[in-house]
């Protein structure tokens, strides 16, 4: 969607010294490679989408805390783990953003309520340690509603998120910030969490991925909501991508159970049975689509 934000969002590639790099709209997955192969550095692209942020966040409100400095120094340090030939993550030297919900540690966390607005966490949330660990670069934290609690991205800290598609319009919530930076080509992966319909909605409104696991999938240690309690088994946390492709990826590698709650469980999924050619016709097919077997995939 990078090329096709209105003019009334000042995205305007017109207006722009120079065009946006035309990988900027890439998949994480790809971006990914293009690293590994070292057609494009993860300093190069930290830079980018931290250029890319400092263009349409002023008027998008949707990265409410940026680590720019840190987050240049992890891709310096990323460069060189690939140049001396170290073993990689799926997601090494690219850049992600974090909803507002997770604790990062070091870097302010308020779940969009005034009463954390100062609230600097000592760890991670469990799902962006593990992606850490895949190495993904953290940029900064992305709006969402006081305890992600509504429908739109809107608190009494940060204020409102607008959607990039037409700055009068909202982006949908909770995870409205990360929708709008993804749809606006700042991040290529956000992480949210979903209740009842918080990734899901703003994927819609701002026309990009999202994909709410099934419960227990991935661990809620660290989340604004945390794990147990009467939304155990309604909250869940996963992926918001510009891609289907990038749904995969971040569910391979946050899922599972840790050492500190028992309310994860490893969990698999039986293959789906396919109709076949013969049972509803010849515009029928027995195997389906890459793409619908990419979230398939990143469902068991």
């Not at 990988?23 to 830079?47: F, H, K, N």
Request: proline share 8%; net charge positive; hydrophobic share 35%.
């Amino acid at each position: 969607m990078c090329g096709q934000i209105r003019p009334d969002v000042p995205n305007t590639l017109s207006s722009r010294a120079a065009p946006l790099p035309p990988w900027l709209a890439s998949s994480a997955s790809e971006l990914a490679g293009r690293i590994r192969s070292g057609a494009l550095t993860s300093e190069a692209m930290v830079s980018a989408h931290l250029a890319r942020i400092a263009e349409v966040n002023p008027h998008l409100n949707a990265v409410v805390q940026l680590r720019a400095d840190a987050a240049l120094a992890d891709a310096r340090a990323a460069d060189r783990m690939l140049a001396e030939g170290a073993t990689v993550g799926p997601l090494h030297g690219v850049p992600i953003t974090v909803k507002d919900s997770f604790d990062t540690a070091n870097l302010v966390t308020t779940g969009g309520t005034l009463g954390r607005k100062a609230f600097v966490p000592t760890a991670d949330a469990t799902i962006v340690g593990r992606l850490k660990a895949a190495g993904a670069i953290v940029l900064g934290k992305t709006n969402t509603p006081e305890l992600t609690l509504a429908y739109e991205a809107d608190n009494l800290v940060y204020g409102r998120t607008r959607n990039p598609y037409d700055l009068s319009r909202g982006t949908g919530g909770s995870s409205g910030g990360a929708a709008a930076i993804v749809a606006a080509c700042g991040s290529p992966l956000d992480v949210g969490s979903d209740t009842a319909g918080s990734i899901r909605f703003p994927a819609h409104c701002c026309g990009v991925a999202g994909l709410k696991p099934t419960a227990g999938r991935v661990p809620r240690t660290g989340h604004i909501i945390g794990p147990g309690g009467l939304q155990q088994w309604l909250t869940t946390i996963g992926p918001i991508a510009r891609r289907v492709e990038d749904l995969e990826s971040p569910s391979a590698s946050s899922r599972g159970p840790t050492t500190s709650t028992r309310t994860s469980h490893p969990c698999h999924f039986g293959r789906p049975r396919w109709s076949s050619s013969t049972d509803c016709g010849p515009r029928c097919s027995s195997t389906p689509p890459s793409r619908t077997r990419r979230l398939t995939s990143a469902m068991r």
